[in-house]
């Protein structure tokens, strides 16, 4: 089988040459391989994060997942959005510090946060101006120049596909399962329960009006994803299924009548939501169910209660396994995992939430030949 192949039968139930591997790598071993200062990727797209993703799929050899790192976004989305421009406010040897901006009535309007970009480590975005010791309102700013342009509408989502090739599948946003996602919103949540009953319409009408954008494109994703990174970090269970959970939940209804399997992505606590999903939804995929400290999922328990409902994805530890732990250490969890999980199909072995950037090529060379060996069916 093709990585694509291999990925499709795995999504629909069929078993499959072998376990499928990929490995939570989106952004920094990505980055990493290129050589250049995680800036030019991240700020000015030589390349764009996505097309190193590939290339390193490529090179390391997975059946590469790619949820949702290629930003697809339609012009008709933007509309009513002031014409924001970024500006570089701060540079300096390990981090390049920006500021969205835009006029209005020949007077300048600066978003109160921050963007910092750095020479080796992924951005951190809407940082408050006590965190970079800049003021609210730049002394000084210059344009972004040199950044090459990309087109993430529906002919990049091409481009990316024809990129993809057989390695694997190419998946876009549909929804998020965060309806909050930093502190400001737990305080706007609280502040405004008159609210909530709009929220959660409008969320659902969201994903309404983009869904049937996307089926109206010529070339469509491979899947749809409906997760966001740490849903129950800032909000409880009863909130997400307060404000979030409609939406995600018409998300798969549609995609699911229509054909495209449906994916999960939700780093952190994840148990609660497995069940959820599995129970009360036709959800394709889960993913990267971490053991703890960082999340609370056993891959052998969630296989016997969910297993033959729902694609498992996971859950090698990526710090004291992939990180630190030596070859021979990759290969014992890379098969306790298959051991637990693989059985009658469903599983993707995978690694908790993104592998830290300075993992050796070694580790993930040898999940990847586990897979390919071990986990024969």
């Not at 480590?121 to 006590?130: A, K, R």
């Not at 502190?183 to 929220?199: F, G, K, R, S, T």
């Not at 250490?329 to 993104?354: E, N, P």
Request: with cysteine.
């Amino acid at each position: 089988m093709t990585h694509r192949e291999r990925l499709l039968a795995c999504l629909a139930g069929r078993l499959p040459d072998g376990v499928p591997v990929a490995p939570d790598f989106s952004n920094m071993i990505p980055a990493r391989l290129t050589g250049k200062p995680f800036w030019d990727l991240y700020l000015y797209n030589d390349p764009p994060i996505w097309e190193a993703y590939i290339a390193c799929a490529k090179h390391f050899d997975i059946d590469s997942l790619m949820d949702g790192y290629f930003p697809l976004r339609f012009p008709e989305e933007s509309e009513g959005e002031p014409p924001w421009e970024q500006f570089i406010v701060h540079r300096d040897d390990w981090h390049i510090v920006t500021q969205w901006s835009y006029a209005e009535n020949g007077k300048r309007i600066w978003r109160p946060n921050f963007d910092v970009y750095y020479v080796d480590n992924p951005p951190t975005m809407w940082v408050s101006p006590d965190r970079v010791g800049l003021p609210p309102v730049p002394k000084r700013f210059e344009p972004v120049e040199g950044r090459k342009p990309v087109d993430t509408g529906p002919e990049g989502l091409k481009r990316v596909k024809r990129l993809m090739g057989d390695q694997g599948l190419v998946g876009v946003f549909l929804t998020s399962s965060c309806a909050l996602g930093s502190v400001e919103a737990i305080y706007n949540y609280y502040d405004h329960p008159e609210l909530h009953e709009q929220w959660e319409a409008e969320r659902v009408e969201a994903v309404e009006k983009r869904f049937a954008r996307l089926m109206a494109m010529d070339v469509q994703p491979d899947f749809l994803s409906v997760g966001g990174s740490g849903t129950l970090i800032f909000q409880t269970v009863e909130i997400f299924r307060q404000l979030a959970f409609p939406a995600v939940k018409r998300g798969i209804e549609l995609a699911t009548a229509a054909g495209i399997p449906t994916q999960v992505h939700s780093c952190g606590p994840e148990k609660k939501l497995v069940k959820i999903f599995a129970e009360e939804t036709d959800l394709t995929l889960i993913d990267p169910l971490e053991i703890p400290p960082m999340g609370d999922c056993n891959l052998a328990e969630l296989k016997r209660l969910y297993g033959r409902k729902i694609v498992l994805k996971g859950n090698l530890h990526t710090t004291a396994v992939m990180l630190r732990g030596k070859v021979k250490d990759v290969i014992a969890a890379s098969k306790r995992a298959i051991d637990a999980a693989a059985a009658g199909g469903r599983f993707i072995l995978s690694t908790g939430d993104q592998c830290g950037r300075d993992t050796p090529d070694s580790n993930l060379r040898a999940m990847v030949e586990t897979a390919r060996t071990y986990g024969r069916y």
